[in-house]
């Protein structure tokens, strides 16, 4: 692993950690002040609405990891494309995820900021992964 993937690879642990945390103030320590998650549920979701609903304690994460399976770097962006799950709960009920995880990042002085976040469901049913093609 080079140098800057293991930037990026630091950076993506710290967004996880964040996340887990359930400490809207260390997410935003990771994110850009435009960050975006992309859902399949919702599709764009603003930064301001995901840590509303983490601070008032409607959503939270119990468990969050990542592994990479893509890195590209352009300058000052970069792009994290990996596999990650986690569980936590929503509204009350609890929740899982197994996600293809792509995250955009900029360079903001010497740290690399999470500018987007983009999920889609691993959907195993009927057929292999890519990978197995």
Not at 109 to 118: A, D
Request: with cysteine.
């Amino acid at each position: 692993m080079t140098a800057l993937e293991q930037e990026l690879d630091a950076a993506e642990q710290a967004f996880n950690d964040a996340m887990i945390s359930n400490d809207v103030d260390r997410i935003r320590a990771c994110i850009t002040e435009d960050w975006c998650l992309i859902t399949p549920e919702r599709g764009p979701v603003p930064a301001a609405d995901i840590l509303s609903v983490i601070a008032s304690g409607v959503l939270g994460h119990d468990t969050m990891t990542k592994r990479s399976h893509l890195m590209r770097v352009w300058g000052d962006v970069a792009v994290v494309v990996g596999r990650g799950t986690n569980t936590g709960w929503f509204r009350g009920a609890p929740i899982s995820a197994d996600e293809w995880v792509c995250d955009i990042y900029r360079r903001v002085g010497n740290n690399w900021k999470c500018e987007l976040t983009q999920l889609t469901p691993v959907n195993m049913a009927g057929g292999s992964p890519a990978s197995d093609v």
